[in-house]
């Protein structure tokens, strides 16, 4: 049987303190409750679903399932989603549970775990005369990465909705209608930690999908809510965790990308899976920093930072705790999607508008040339795998900045700013436009504040560049085709390193030391180039003459070749 955990933030353990944790919950929750019950034995998927009532009794909600986790309570606090198997072999999928009736039905039959199940709100589409419910979750196909899909509540009209090559985990709904969830995303040109887990938001359909939440603090956030006081706290933490726990953190609805505050300190706890209460409050499972004993719910105030008991079973984690009650159902949001359409349209209004200082960017009117390329996961492992890129096509901007693309919809793609010397100047995360989708942005890496210029960009006058090549057509670089050729012939050469390295076909790992995350800071390019070179905002220090490659007297190489070896370095350097 579970009881109520012991003393804390000023709080005494005992009778007293099952009463007052009942009393302060009668009025306005937590009471019922519905959570998981997790073994503390390292077995994750020996898991049930329970009830809580005021007698602090429980019931389990998930008989004859093998495992069972991931509730999710209904807007009008009748119905749970859960993720569940019924056996130990079959895949994750997703199950409602009628709380009166105790009668369930499985909603999401894939070849796929299905896991973090959430209720949407209604979606308004063109061709139907009346919207329809959906719910959204985490699936994750054998070999790739996790990624969103919906479906609707009938269990028809299953869809993938994000397409980040890195995965995507936690979503939740907001208030206006949108989803909030934690995107991996690995920055190979801009400052901080490449790996990271970030807060996006998209619409109910997948559409324009953008960044949320501050990148302050530690660079993996995982599982936000919304509160009644105005906030979105999330867990965060300095490196990955397999229950993704953490210290509590949060940003301000209103004012997402500049407001981050940390509401504990790593030392104080570890945190895992809160979820809303009336007045501003949450639930989350609580243990000690030291990661000993098992996980508590707790009941924490974000304004004050103080926590008080609720309930913990010392045999069992007892996490992803709702309260069970009627609330507000998020604003519905209208569709654009047309299923059928196999392309959508990306443009910007003005790329000479960025977040860097004028005097570190360009110039108004400075030729602007870009390269778009789509990524394919490298498959889904702890450490992101690298993602292999290929080459739609390349465009100039107008001389306003501004550009109108057509491409395919439903891949991932990155847009690479390329300087006069074919070089990556700046790229943008991997992004992707739904089917039919026009998706635009301001500019170049934007103030997210910004508020677009009264002015009519150009491109937007006259139809969009065409970059929907096939699939067979879409060129990539690869060092064994395309790169090792050029190093055999004219850097293994006798009068080149033919003393020191062997006249052979030179592997990749031959080039350790030389290659960086973009050709411009690749001491390999530096010395084709003859010249160091850097990104303008970087501290690298400064640019200088270098020792060119290949020496005087060796064959030098061709435009083509120094180009082969700047956009393999450029397009992830693939083998």
Known sequence: MGRIIGSAGGWRAGCGLLAAALAWGAADGPFPLVFTQASPAGKAEMARIVLLRERATLEVLSPGFYAARDPHVSFDGKRILFSGKRSAGDYWQIYELDLESRATRQLVRAEMDCRSPIYQSSLYVLSSDLPWQQVAFVGSVPGAVPSLYTIRLDGSDLTR???????????????????????????????????????????????????????????????????????????????????????????SQRRPLLSYQRLTEPSDALYVYPSPLPGGEILVSRRPASGKGTYGIVRFD????????????????????????????????????????????????????????????????????????????????????????????????????????????????????????????????????????????????????????????????RPAVDLTLPPERRRSISFRRDVAPVLQSKC???????????????GKSDLAGYLAPAARISPLVWRLNGKKSSFPWSQLDGNGALQPMPPPGSPPLTEDERLTIIEWIDLGAQP
């Open 161 to 251: 909705i994000s397409f980040n090559p890195y995965g995507d985990l936690d979503p939740v709904m907001m208030a206006d209608g949108r989803m909030v969830y934690a995107s991996r995303q690995r920055d190979r040109l801009e400052p901080g930690p490449a790996d990271r887990l970030v807060l996006f938001g998209l619409n109910l359909d997948g559409t324009d999908v953008a960044l949320y939440g501050s990148l302050e603090g530690a660079p993996y956030k995982r599982t936000p809510v919304l509160t009644a006081g105005g906030l979105v706290v999330f867990v965060e933490s300095e490196r990955l965790t397999p229950d993704g726990a953490g210290n509590l953190a949060a940003v």
């Open 302 to 461: 974000p304004a004050t930072r103080r926590w008080l008991p609720v309930f913990d079973d010392p045999a069992w984690h007892d996490v992803q705790a709702q309260r069970i009650a009627p609330r507000a159902v998020p604003d519905g949001r209208s569709s654009v999607v047309e299923p059928k359409e196999p392309t959508g349209q990306l443009y910007c209004l003005n790329a000479y508008i960025s977040d860097l200082p004028q005097e570190s960017w360009l110039a108004p009117g400075t030729p602007m040339r870009f390269r778009v390329v789509e990524g394919a996961p490298g498959g889904a492992q702890e450490k992101p795998a690298p993602v292999a890129r290929r080459v739609l096509g390349e465009f100039r901007a107008d001389p306003d900045g501004s550009f109108k693309l057509r491409v395919p919809a439903n891949i991932p793609l990155e847009l690479q700013l390329l300087d006069p010397g074919g070089m990556v100047l700046r790229s943008c995360r991997w992004i992707w436009v739904r089917n039919q989708e026009a998706r635009g942005c301001i500019g170049c890496h934007e103030d997210p504040e910004l508020t677009p210029e009264n002015r009519y960009a150009t491109a937007l006058a």
């Open 492 to 506: 293994a050469a006798l009068a080149c390193h033919g003393g020191a390295v062997p006249p052979r076909l030179m």
